[in-house]
């Protein structure tokens, strides 16, 4: 068993066990990001020059007219924005979570959702891990597939996904190590 001298080691959250020993953590890969922002910059170019447009002509004498093209403006902004900040919690909230015994997936909404989901290291028959395409090797992210008996865990836009899948091996052979040793004496007839 790995001892910690970091504080974060024995980090609550929630679904710990509490003889689990926290490892690492990580978020989905930055690029899950890119086209939400993509968006939003480009409706803000769009709606400053719409309002730059229409602050430089006089062709909106009427003030009904210019009250309402503000107010269609601000409400794409705001829509823009909180659509923007609705991606942005989603990636914020959605964390994978490694001990030295378990795989957590947490996927939480500030709302509606709240998904934990848990696989036993030890019980793993087979991690995968997969990059397709260019763009996910140059930027280094993938998919870990996780095989375990009766599940498949796959974990999307997972970042450093070379580390982590050496990691993740790692802490399966420990937590097998660990669990055959447990499992000795039963198999002998004796309790521990």
């Known amino acids: 068993m790995m001892m910690h001298d970091d504080p974060s080691a024995s980090l609550p959250f929630q679904g710990k066990d509490r003889e689990e020993s926290f490892q690492f953590y990580y978020h989905q ?59 942005f919690y989603q990636y914020l909230l959605n964390v994978i979570v490694v001990t030295d015994k378990k795989v957590h997936r947490i996927k939480k ?52 996904i070379a580390k982590k899948y050496d990691s993740i091996s790692r802490l399966r052979e420990q937590a097998r190590a660990h669990f055959s040793r447990m499992e000795e004496p039963f198999r002998k007839g004796k309790t521990p």
């Open 29 to 87: 890969h930055w690029i899950r990001l890119f086209w939400p922002v993509f968006r939003l910059i480009v409706w803000n170019i769009l709606l400053f020059a719409v309002g730059i447009t229409m602050i430089s002509t006089t062709g909106f004498d009427d003030a009904l007219t210019r009250q309402t093209i503000l107010i269609l403006l601000t409400v794409f902004f705001l829509l823009a924005h909180f659509e923007f900040l609705g991606r």
């Open 109 to 160: 909404t500030l709302l509606t959702l709240d998904d934990h989901e848990s696989t036993d290291l030890w019980v793993l028959q087979d991690i995968d891990k997969h990059q397709h395409g260019i763009v996910q090797n140059v930027f280094g992210y993938g998919s870990l597939i996780l095989q375990a008996q009766d599940t498949v865990v796959r974990i999307h836009f997972t970042p450093q």
